[in-house]
T-cell receptor
């Protein structure tokens, strides 16, 4: 069964600095999708970025980018120029390539931003 | 205009009661989900419906019963509530199998006393 691991339960970053959140996953599939979701204190889950496993190019969304290492089964999230509004729980998630495979979430990393 | 709306946002009830949580999406998506987030923030899927058809039914007590009257609505009914049912329940939707990600509702915090 697929698993998603986030080895950093908590992290902190100074405002305007860069931080990288780690995620590793275990799968025997070659086709799959990876996501990062953000959950601020408001509780709303928000999709931050997605990556298709068959694409070698790392996804980027404004200040958010990923480092996708398929062979290492690693999918880290880099947040540049951190802002106070980035403080949240961040969940890494995996979805298999078969139709209607469920999305599996990692345990989350709580990110604090220090003014 | 909220894309995925859940009601109620908070629910406090006594053990043994029966309660329902409603979810509606106006995105035109054809797949909807229920996830449970426990006190440690761990998210786990419970059910998924595609065009009113149940496609994912995880190992969940029979006391939990989803109902999808149409593809825009997915409700969750819980019978004989137990203390361990206290959690945040999230509804989500996607177009197709969700390869572009999910849109989540704001969650329902259920507290059983």
């Amino acid at each position: 069964a697929q698993t998603v691991t986030q080895s950093q339960p908590e992290m902190s970053v100074q405002e305007a600095e860069t931080v990288t959140l780690s995620c590793t996953y275990d799968t025997s599939e070659s086709d799959y999708y990876l996501f990062w979701y953000k959950q601020p204190p408001s509780r709303q889950m928000i999709l931050v970025i997605r990556q298709e496993a068959y694409k070698q190019q790392n996804a980027t969304e404004n200040r958010f980018s990923v480092n996708f290492q398929k062979a290492a089964k690693s999918f880290s999230l880099k947040i540049s120029d951190s802002q106070l509004g980035d403080a949240a729980m961040y969940f890494c998630a995996y979805k298999g390539g078969t139709s209607y495979d469920k999305v599996i979430f990692g345990p989350g990393t709580s990110l604090s931003v220090i003014p | 205009d909220t894309a995925v709306s859940q009601t109620p946002k908070y629910l406090v009830t006594q053990m043994g009661n029966d309660k329902s949580i409603k979810c509606e999406q106006n995105l035109g998506h054809d797949t909807m989900y229920w996830y449970k987030q426990d006190s440690k923030k761990f998210l786990k899927i419970m059910f998924s419906y595609n065009n009113k058809e149940l496609i994912i039914n995880e190992t969940v007590p029979n006391r939990f019963s989803p109902k999808s009257p149409d593809k825009a609505h997915l409700n969750l009914h819980i019978n004989s509530l137990e203390l361990g049912d206290s959690a945040v329940y999230f509804c989500a939707s996607s177009q197709g199998s969700g390869i572009y990600g999910y849109t989540f509702g704001s969650g329902t915090r259920l507290t059983v006393v």
